[in-house]
């Protein structure tokens, strides 16, 4: 099964400020099949970036991914307040399909 | 688009539950589905993938051998049948829709219904 160890566990920063958030794999993620989620206390998670660096239908344009083989970034390039969420990311190249244990995005 | 979890419950160890989900608003047999569970306070587990005409894309170990995924593109519902649960079961478990047929991505995300095992 491949592991994705997400960094930091948790990440201070203030509205306005640029946000770089890590996942490593622990083998090679297929045709860059990674997606990242945004979850909200109370809420289903929602589909931000898929393939690495494809915006899901909606997703303003501050949310970027980059990355591929064992390294991607989620980056958040000014924050907004509806920012501050728990982020997960998720390899669906090969079953058993996995998640990060996320990054808490809280308000410094 | 909207996807309705329903079914669970309060179990005993070594019960089962059966649980259902129902789509509405997409053309539901065009699409690989999904479970994923979420344990109170923690993060999110795979737990297992059916594609558009019932293949199984497989189970997480936690759950193999006792889960069973399952689909029915007449009624536009998913399911899942949990035997022999114990207290590790006990997650908030969603249903998720794929994105498309080249991409494994989760687009579509049920509310959840909460199992708990005790």
């Known amino acids: 099964e491949i592991v994705l160890t997400q960094s930091p566990g948790t990440l201070s920063l203030s509205p306005g400020e640029r946000a770089t958030l890590s996942c490593r794999a622990s083998?090679?993620?297929?045709?860059?099949?990674l997606a990242w989620y945004q979850q909200k206390p109370g809420q289903a998670p929602r589909l931000l970036i898929y393939?690495?660096?494809y915006r899901a239908t909606g997703i303003p344009d501050r949310f970027s991914g980059s990355g591929s083989g064992t390294d991607f970034t989620l980056t958040i390039s000014r924050l907004e307040p509806e920012d501050f969420a728990v982020y997960y990311c998720?390899?669906?190249?090969?079953?058993?399909?996995?998640f990060g244990q996320g990054t808490k995005l809280e308000i410094k | 688009v909207q996807l309705v979890e329903s079914g669970g419950d309060l179990v005993q160890p070594g019960r089962s539950l059966r649980l259902s989900c129902a789509a509405s608003?997409?053309?539901?047999?065009?699409?690989?589905m999904h479970w994923v569970r979420q344990t109170p306070g923690k993060g999110l587990e795979w737990v297992s993938g059916?594609?558009?005409?019932?293949?199984?894309?497989g189970y997480a170990d936690s759950v193999k051998g006792r889960f069973t995924i399952s689909r029915d593109n007449a009624r536009n519902s998913l399911y899942l049948q949990m035997n022999s649960l114990t207290t590790e079961d006990t997650a908030l478990y969603y249903c998720?829709?794929?994105?498309?047929?080249?991409?494994?991505?989760?687009?579509?995300w049920g509310q959840g219904t909460m199992v708990t095992v005790s």
């Open positions: 998720a829709k794929e994105l498309s047929d080249w991409s494994h991505a989760f687009d579509i």
């Open positions: 608003g997409f053309t539901f047999h065009d699409y690989a």
């Open positions: 059916i594609i558009w005409n019932g293949g199984i894309m």
């Open positions: 083998q090679s993620v297929s045709s860059s099949s």
């Open positions: 393939g690495a660096s």
């Open positions: 998720q390899q669906y190249g090969r079953s058993p399909y996995t």
